[in-house]
């Protein structure tokens, strides 16, 4: 065991090194081997490491340095389970993206690789970092390859600029994460996060800690995509390449939402066990706005990678509802939508991926009917969408039940309807892309984003077939979230993981006992019912169908139908306008709202 | 413990990002991030200051004596390297806009709409 965090973290940074090193005389299936053997080693190491903390947390105090007379200077790297399958969901997408990428890339960029890699050691040392300082470099260590690799093609003027506004948003947040993680060190005097929790515990949430713990959870929020901070997640997306996009949406996202709990729980769990009303009201308040309009707006676009980012953000809106409900089924239940949903995400953006490959677009009016051939292409994203709309016993529909069973336990049984709303939004909108492309139903779609004029492929042109292999890792990550929902004790076995992460981390690093925050011990009797999956893909399927069946109407009430509509979305997509400006203003509303939401809850309580 | 420093600090943070939302030209943007994290280095470096406090070196002070905190300033240090490695991203983006569509204001270059 000894050294493997540290190493899970070091290898892919020295190989990259390497990499870098011999990258100009290089052939590129030498890189594309190495890439690749680099990223299963690091599998096979967070495999060993969610074996290993099943049982204890296991902590690394990075070059030894160990807590001496209860003060702790050295980075302690704390793995409990739900942090090693977060690293390992991270290692396997990077895997299955380097896969696709194989033949995706006629010409890969010379530095591709080497950020892949960087990419992923920052992810992973995201997912161990068990101090405050240390979750705040891996973030920039993780962000900045992420900026690069977004705006790789750097003659198309649309990638520089979603590339800018990925960067200068993230940036601004992480700058108001640290802003927090300075007032909170202020308070304290330590960085561990075990350490802070536990100073914090016997203490009043007062107007500093309460600002510290806004800013440090917009900071995250903001690599969420958690709205309103979540602007850049379409525009990023949209000209990013295929395989970037898996992993951003696969991983990144989802380490976001992960980090808002681990920190939460971990520093400020015994805050949280106060004033639970005002942290439920602001998580699930914006975690249901989120799901809402990630939901509307995906149904709206006809560029389908564009589509893809709205639904992504209406999925993390769900997570974050289950992450703040405070309750462990709601926790566990948020865990494994969030890993469903980064299979479900990473395959439907190959598919993408494909699309682009062959015919060099991926606005879905211009693909229309043109994927007649492509049959085992549309059974996948058929799947996928079902998969999305949240089918029994398919991994994500069981997450839900577990989200509702929690949020029942809260007194918030309504919303049910907020899950169930994303998930048939956001189900239709991909199948009914899926039929518009791959069956030729519906005439031409209205409303959308407009895609950038001289969309460059990814790609070199236009190709006339399509590499199996490109296919094999979407189907290998489908195959895997079908049998997620099947694997017996999972929703148990979620359950003690979201203890133990509610738990926090004080006990781990010694730093006192556990916080306050669990309350029910053990897993009650749950049983997964098949209706609430069933109805949400029915929905989703009515939704697409109906939608495409539209042009079928007279004319004129069509013409009503879409101009409604459209009115009624107008203020959404304006809202979207891509200005770097709106996008700060809008950070700086949503810094706001939080602080006097919590701050009046505290108050209030 | 002097206030001036947390409100320099403060108005720092608060101009940068007032002009990151005005800025109507690329690299004026990142100047105005680059004052924004200016800010937050005031602010690490004023928490770990204590009046008449030692530099953090003990070679020649014995052990007792106070000192400021070393830690803020490797945080602020840290801070300084992501700062230039994120400045550096995004002017070469900048420059690579101004290549292509000869104009360097965010507005014109907004990626897609809706």
């Given at each position: 065991?000894?050294?493997?965090?540290?190493?899970?973290?070091?290898?892919p940074?020295?190989?990259?090194?390497?990499?870098?090193?011999?990258?100009?005389?290089?052939?590129?299936?030498?890189?594309?081997?190495?890439?690749?053997?680099?990223?299963?080693?690091?599998?096979?190491?967070?495999?060993?490491?969610?074996?290993?903390?099943?049982?204890?947390?296991?902590?690394?105090?990075?070059?030894?340095?160990?807590?001496?007379?209860?003060?702790?200077?050295?980075?302690?790297?704390?793995?409990?389970?739900?942090?090693?399958?977060?690293?390992?969901?991270?290692?396997?997408?990077?895997?299955?993206?380097?896969?696709?990428?194989?033949?995706?890339?006629?010409?890969?960029?010379?530095?591709?690789?080497?950020?892949?890699?960087c990419?992923?050691?920052?992810?992973?040392?995201?997912?161990f970092?068990?101090d405050?300082?240390?979750?705040?470099?891996?973030?920039?260590?993780?962000?900045?390859?992420?900026?690069?690799?977004?705006?790789?093609?750097?003659?198309?003027?649309?990638?520089?600029s979603?590339?800018?506004?990925?960067?200068?948003?993230n940036?601004?947040?992480?700058?108001?994460?640290?802003?927090?993680?300075?007032?909170?060190?202020?308070?304290?005097?330590?960085?561990?996060?075990?350490?802070?929790?536990?100073?914090?515990?016997?203490?009043r949430?007062?107007?500093?800690?309460?600002?510290?713990?806004?800013?440090?959870?917009?900071?995250?929020?903001?690599?969420?995509?958690?709205?309103?901070?979540?602007?850049?997640?379409?525009?990023?997306?949209?000209?990013?390449?295929?395989?970037?996009?898996?992993?951003?949406?696969?991983?990144?996202?989802?380490?976001?939402?992960?980090?808002?709990?681990?920190?939460?729980?971990a520093?400020?769990?015994s805050?949280?066990?106060?004033?639970?009303?005002?942290?439920?009201?602001?998580?699930?308040?914006?975690?249901?706005?989120?799901?809402?309009?990630?939901?509307?707006?995906?149904?709206?676009?006809r560029?389908?990678?564009?589509?893809?980012?709205?639904?992504?953000?209406?999925?993390?809106?769900?997570?974050?509802?289950?992450?703040?409900?405070?309750?462990?089924?709601?926790?566990?239940?948020?865990?494994?939508?969030?890993?469903?949903?980064a299979?479900?995400?990473?395959?439907?953006?190959?598919?993408?991926?494909?699309?682009?490959?062959?015919?060099?677009?991926?606005?879905?009016?211009?693909?229309?009917?043109?994927?007649?051939?492509?049959?085992?292409?549309?059974?996948?994203?058929?799947?996928?969408?079902?998969?999305?709309?949240?089918?029994?016993?398919?991994?994500?529909?069981?997450?839900?039940?577990?989200?509702?069973?929690?949020?029942?336990?809260?007194?918030?049984?309504?919303?049910?309807?907020?899950a169930?709303?994303?998930?048939?939004?956001?189900?239709?909108?991909?199948?009914?892309?899926?039929?518009?492309?791959?069956?030729?139903?519906?005439?031409?779609e209205?409303?959308?984003?407009?895609?950038?004029e001289?969309?460059?492929p990814?790609?070199?042109?236009?190709?006339?077939?399509?590499?199996?292999?490109?296919?094999?890792?979407a189907?290998?990550?489908?195959?895997?979230v079908?049998?997620?929902?099947l694997?017996?004790?999972?929703?148990?076995?979620?359950?003690?993981?979201?203890?133990?992460?509610?738990?926090?981390?004080?006990?781990?690093?010694?730093?006192?006992?556990?916080?306050?925050?669990?309350?029910?011990?053990?897993?009650?009797?749950?049983?997964?019912?098949p209706?609430?999956?069933?109805?949400?893909?029915?929905?989703?399927?009515?939704?697409?169908?109906?939608?495409?069946?539209?042009?079928?109407?007279?004319?004129?009430?069509?013409?009503?139908?879409?101009?409604?509509?459209?009115?009624?979305?107008?203020?959404?997509?304006?809202?979207?306008?891509?200005?770097?400006?709106?996008?700060?203003?809008?950070?700086?509303?949503?810094?706001?709202?939080?602080?006097?939401?919590?701050?009046?809850?505290?108050?209030?309580? | 413990?002097?206030?001036?420093?947390?409100?320099v600090?403060?108005?720092?943070?608060?101009?940068?990002?007032?002009?990151?939302?005005?800025?109507?030209?690329?690299?004026?943007?990142?100047?105005?991030?680059?004052?924004?994290q200016?800010?937050?280095?005031?602010?690490?470096?004023?928490?770990?200051?204590?009046?008449?406090?030692?530099?953090?070196?003990?070679?020649?002070?014995?052990?007792?004596?106070?000192?400021?905190?070393?830690?803020?300033?490797?945080?602020?240090?840290?801070?300084?390297?992501?700062?230039?490695?994120v400045?550096?991203?995004?002017?070469?983006?900048?420059?690579?806009?101004?290549?292509?569509?000869?104009?360097?204001?965010?507005?014109?270059?907004?990626?897609?709409?809706?």
């Open positions: 065991m000894g050294d493997l965090p540290a190493l899970a973290i070091a290898v940074l020295v190989v990259a090194a390497g990499l870098l090193a011999i990258s100009p005389k290089s052939p590129r299936l030498l890189a594309d081997i190495i890439m690749a053997a680099t990223v299963a080693a690091v599998v096979a190491m967070c495999a060993v490491l969610l074996w290993a903390s099943a049982q204890n947390t296991v902590v690394y105090w990075v070059g030894g340095w160990i807590p001496r007379h209860h003060i702790a200077v050295g980075i302690p790297l704390v793995i409990d389970p739900t942090a090693a399958a977060m690293a390992l969901l991270a290692a396997v997408m990077v895997l299955a993206s380097a896969i696709f990428s194989w033949r995706y890339f006629d010409v890969a960029g010379e530095l591709y690789h080497v950020l892949m890699l990419f992923l050691a920052g992810m992973v040392g995201f997912a970092a068990g405050i300082f240390t979750l705040f470099v891996f973030f920039e260590l993780m962000s900045i390859p992420a900026f690069v690799l977004t705006a790789t093609k750097i003659e198309e003027v649309e990638a520089l979603g590339g800018f506004n990925f960067a200068v948003i940036t601004a947040g992480g700058l108001v994460m640290l802003l927090g993680i300075a007032l909170i060190y202020a308070r304290t005097g330590t960085l561990s996060m075990g350490h802070l929790g536990a100073a914090l515990a016997g203490t949430a007062d107007g500093m800690v309460v600002v510290a713990f806004v800013f440090i959870s917009v900071g995250l929020f903001t690599k969420a995509g958690l709205v309103p901070f979540h602007f850049w997640l379409a525009d990023a997306h949209a000209v990013a390449p295929t395989p970037v996009c898996v992993v951003l949406s696969g991983v990144m996202v989802e380490l976001g939402a992960f980090a808002v709990a681990r920190v939460d729980f520093v400020f769990g805050q949280l066990a106060d004033h639970t009303t005002a942290y439920r009201v602001a998580l699930v308040g914006a975690g249901a706005f989120a799901a809402v309009l990630g939901g509307l707006m995906s149904l709206g676009q560029h389908l990678k564009r589509l893809l980012a709205q639904s992504t953000v209406s999925h993390i809106g769900v997570i974050v509802t289950g992450i703040g409900l405070l309750e462990p089924t709601a926790v566990a239940g948020a865990g494994i939508y969030l890993i469903a949903h299979l479900i995400k990473g395959a439907l953006f190959m598919m993408a991926g494909v699309l682009l490959h062959r015919f060099g677009t991926v606005d879905a009016n211009e693909l229309a009917g043109r994927g007649k051939r492509m049959r085992w292409v549309g059974v996948l994203l058929a799947v996928g969408g079902l998969a999305l709309a949240g089918l029994p016993p398919i991994g994500l529909a069981l997450g839900t039940s577990l989200i509702h069973e929690g949020a029942r336990h809260a007194g918030a049984g309504w919303l049910v309807v907020v169930v709303f994303a998930s048939v939004t956001t189900g239709a909108a991909v199948l009914r892309a899926g039929a518009h492309v791959f069956l030729g139903w519906g005439g031409r209205g409303a959308g984003a407009s895609t950038p001289h969309e460059e990814e790609t070199r042109g236009p190709h006339r077939t399509t590499p199996v292999v490109m296919l094999v890792p189907a290998v990550l489908l195959a895997a079908v049998a997620l929902g694997i017996p004790g999972l929703a148990e076995a979620a359950y003690r993981a979201a203890l133990r992460l509610m738990g926090g981390m004080s006990e781990a690093v010694g730093a006192g006992p556990a916080s306050a925050m669990v309350t029910t011990a053990h897993f009650g009797p749950f049983k997964s019912s209706w609430l999956g069933t109805a949400s893909a029915a929905g989703a399927v009515v939704v697409a169908v109906s939608s495409l069946g539209m042009h079928r109407l007279p004319r004129r009430l069509q013409g009503a139908v879409d101009g409604a509509i459209a009115t009624a979305m107008a203020p959404l997509h304006r809202l979207h306008s891509g200005k770097i400006g709106d996008q700060l203003v809008w950070l700086a509303v949503g810094i706001a709202t939080l602080v006097l939401v919590i701050a009046i809850g505290v108050v209030g309580c | 413990m002097s206030v001036v420093p947390f409100a600090a403060g108005w720092l943070v608060v101009w940068g990002l007032v002009g990151m939302i005005r800025s109507t030209r690329l690299i004026h943007l990142t100047v105005c991030l680059g004052v924004l200016a800010g937050t280095y005031v602010l690490l470096i004023s928490i770990g200051d204590a009046a008449g406090a030692h530099v953090p070196l003990y070679a020649e002070v014995s052990p007792d004596t106070a000192a400021v905190d070393p830690i803020v300033q490797a945080m602020t240090l840290t801070d300084i390297v992501v700062g230039a490695t400045t550096a991203v995004l002017l070469a983006l900048a420059i690579q806009a101004d290549k292509h569509r000869r104009t360097t204001d965010p507005d014109e270059l907004s990626p897609m709409k809706g």
